[in-house]
Nanobody, 120 residues
């Protein structure tokens, strides 16, 4: 089994910063792309940022210049540094990873979600 466990969400004032972490564990042979999605109330889930196994990154236009995605392959962990947060960044943030496991091949896995609330 493969699990993704997120941490780091919370309440922050506009202009503040938060850092999300997501650690993958289990029968992992290789982790390919990793990413962070978010879903605001009443809206569809959208990609915020993604990073390939080689370190190439991709960001939604709405977060470019404010969010930074990174990964530590030795720790099977992906991070999302969020700066200059705005109320419209309020959402549940989900970690996603494309993983090849030893027993079940390649599949997409999701974390349980972590709430980020930006409010004064």
């Amino acid at each position: 089994q493969v699990q993704l466990v997120e941490s780091g969400g919370g309440l922050v004032q506009p202009g503040g910063s938060l850092r999300l972490s997501c650690a993958a564990s289990g029968n992992i042979f290789r982790i390919n792309a990793m990413g962070w999605y978010r879903q605001a109330p009443g809206k569809e889930r959208e990609l915020a940022a993604a990073i390939s196994s080689g370190g190439s990154t991709n960001y939604a236009d709405s977060v470019k210049g404010r969010f930074t995605i990174s990964r530590d392959n030795a720790k099977n962990t992906v991070y999302l540094q969020m700066n200059s947060l705005k109320p419209e960044d309020t959402a549940v943030y989900y970690c996603n990873a494309n993983i090849r496991s030893y027993y079940t091949g390649v599949a997409d896995y999701w974390g349980q979600g972590t709430q980020v609330t930006v409010s004064s």
